[in-house]
């Protein structure tokens, strides 16, 4: 006969043996790379379930492995979902790396490391010529391009990424656990190369705290705007959804604001636009667009463009402030389309001259690349559009975007659907740069 004490220990057991005891989550997941801005450095951030210390081990290709070692911190993040599921996003920074040198790394702690990835430390320099892949719009169901992109990069082919918004469809879904698996998807990408961000509509579910919890993006913001440089170039990353969410706070326009103008001033200094004279945007929602659905693109009063007069103060659109500072090329997203313009300004085409548009063009040059996949499909176009629309493809696919040096840029459209074949490509030329080349 059973003991009664022996009984009663099983019996207060019995919730555990039907239940299960949760496996220990300590094992690195989820790996992906950003630059922090400063030259030399590389940013790696990764998930766990449970707490764990944050190392990443790292050497040059070549020499010793793991030589080196660098810590970091993790921080919780709860999601607001029914379960309000638990992950430690951790975050290690690199720093006085070899430009141009390769290492090989792995990321974790004594309770479990990631894989061996690799990558390659940023070339500081502004002779550099670096080439990056483009999209928006990728999610976790229908990820389209994800292959190809996902081989490419293994083959070499980028030295970073610009992913323009609209994350998994929708990271904070099935209490987050879509978030998480897109970003295993995105890692044979993302732990290689890094992976440059910023916020679409997708992400706006609890005031953007999946976006804002996941990525390691340059500056203070929570990777919601921001600005680094590479190569020739000045890049700007911005949140269009400052225009659209007003409830999690309409001062954020005003913010994102002034913080633009503070950047493009400083960027438009002669000193530093004389070496990096391509000012280049990225932002989820587009000024122009010629979709069939509706968004505020295919209207003339674009939030983006034109600010809202709704608001107290009436908040500033930013093509003004982009054509005042002589921003080059607009990189956005939002439409699953691929849309190519014409040098545009105010509704209105300006282009370098008629034989060759993009040679010393009047006005930027926008890109609409949010065809990437997603289980929205891609959208259809309105059959008559205005006179800015250049070229237009409703094919899955990416963009290619090489700033070969300081007044040659290329861009190339890859359709996934037709097996990685490139349907459009121009170089943008420009002898001058800045508010003075419109003229
Ligand atoms: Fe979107």
């Known amino acids: 006969m059973v003991p009664l004490h022996t009984a009663c220990l099983l019996l207060s057991l019995a919730p555990l043996l039907v239940l299960g005891v949760p496996p220990i989550w300590t094992q690195p997941e989820q790996v992906h790379l950003?630059?922090?801005?400063?030259?030399?450095?590389?940013?790696?951030?990764?998930?766990?379930?449970?707490?764990?210390e944050s190392k990443v081990e790292y050497g040059l290709l070549g020499g010793r492995l793991f030589e080196m070692i660098a810590k970091g911190g993790a921080t919780l993040f709860v999601d607001s979902g029914k379960e309000k599921r638990k992950m430690y996003i951790h975050r290690v920074t690199l720093t006085d790396l070899k430009p141009a040198a390769t290492y090989v790394y792995h990321c974790g702690s004594d309770e479990g490391w990631s894989e061996v990835f690799s990558f390659t430390a940023l070339n500081d320099s502004t002779s550099f010529s670096p080439r990056f892949a483009l999209y928006g719009d990728m999610g976790n169901e229908n990820p389209q391009s994800l292959a190809r992109l996902q081989k490419e990069t293994q083959l070499g082919m980028y030295d970073a990424i610009l992913h323009i918004g609209d994350f998994a469809y929708d990271m904070h879904e099935d209490n987050a656990r879509i978030g998480d698996e897109f970003m295993r998807q995105i890692q044979s990408i993302a732990a290689y190369v890094p992976y440059m961000t910023c916020p679409g509509n997708h992400e706006s579910?609890?005031?953007?705290?999946?976006?804002?919890?996941?990525?390691?993006?340059?500056?203070?913001?929570?990777?919601?705007?921001?600005?680094?440089?590479?190569?020739?170039?000045?890049?700007?990353?911005?949140?269009?959804?400052?225009?659209?969410?007003?409830?999690?706070?309409?001062?954020?326009?005003?913010?994102?604001?002034?913080?633009?103008?503070?950047d493009l001033e400083e960027a438009n200094k002669p000193e530093n636009r004389a070496v990096r004279p391509w000012i280049l945007t990225m932002g989820h929602r587009p000024m122009y667009c010629s979709d069939d659905d509706q968004d505020d693109c295919t209207q003339f009063d674009s939030y983006v463009r034109l600010g809202r007069s709704d608001t107290e103060p009436p908040a500033p659109g930013l093509e003004d402030l982009f054509?005042?500072?002589?921003?080059?090329?607009?990189?956005?997203?939002?439409?699953?389309?691929?849309?190519?313009?014409?040098?545009?300004?105010?509704d209105k085409v300006y282009n370098g001259s008629k034989e060759q548009p993009y040679v010393n063009p009047k006005a930027p040059v926008h890109i609409i690349t949010g065809s990437a996949g997603c289980r929205e499909k891609t959208d259809r176009f309105n059959p008559n559009p205005k006179e800015w629309s250049a070229f237009r493809s409703m094919d899955y696919g990416y963009t290619r975007m090489q700033v070969v040096n300081a007044t040659h840029l290329y861009l190339e459209q890859v359709s996934d659907d037709q097996y990685g074949k490139v349907i459009d490509s121009i170089w943008v030329e420009k002898e001058k740069h800045g508010f003075s080349a419109w003229f």
């Open 205 to 262: 579910t609890y005031n953007f705290s999946n976006y804002r919890n996941r990525f390691t993006m340059p500056g203070q913001t929570e990777s919601l705007w921001y600005s680094w440089n590479l190569g020739s170039a000045h890049i700007i990353s911005l949140s269009t959804e400052v225009y659209f969410y007003l409830d999690f706070g309409q001062e954020l326009i005003f913010k994102q604001y002034e913080w633009l103008m503070k």
């Open 34 to 52: 950003s630059y922090p801005g400063a030259p030399g450095s590389m940013a790696v951030t990764w998930t766990t379930f449970n707490e764990t």
């Open 323 to 346: 054509y005042r500072y002589g921003v080059d090329v607009e990189l956005w997203a939002h439409e699953h389309t691929y849309e190519r313009l014409w040098p545009v300004y105010g």
